[in-house]
Nanobody
Framework: QVQLVESGGGLVQPGGSLRLSCAAS????????MGWYRQAPGKQRELVAT???????YYTASVKGRFTISRDNAKNTVYLQMNSLKPEDTAVYSC?????????WGQGTQVTVSS
């Protein structure tokens, strides 16, 4: 069973920064692409960023240049460094890994950007 646990969310002012963490259980972590997603109230969940086992990254256009995804395989953890945060970044952020045909999700962490 794969378990993902996110942390690091909170309330931050516009222009501020947060770093989210997603800790994964098991030895599968190093073999799979990890992704960060977010869902704002009343909106569909969207992909924010992914990182492959080899370290290749992808970002959705709205966060390019502001967010950085990284992974520490020794700690089974993937991070999302979020800088220059905007009110429109407010959402529940969740990490996901696909193992075979099954998607595993964390419980999510709330990020609120407001003055």
């Amino acid at each position: 069973q794969v378990q993902l646990v996110e942390s690091g969310g909170g309330l931050v002012q516009p222009g501020g920064s947060l770093r989210l963490s997603c800790a994964a259980s098991g030895s599968i972590f190093t073999s799979y692409t990890m992704g960060w997603y977010r869902q704002a109230p009343g909106k569909q969940r969207e992909l924010v960023a992914t990182i492959t086992s080899g370290g290749s990254t992808y970002y959705t256009a709205s966060v390019k240049g502001r967010f950085t995804i990284s992974r520490d395989n020794a700690k089974n953890t993937v991070y999302l460094q979020m800088n220059s945060l905007k009110p429109e970044d407010t959402a529940v952020y969740s990490c996901k890994v696909r193992v075979g045909a099954t998607d595993y999700w964390g419980q999510g962490t709330q990020v609120t950007v407001s003055s």
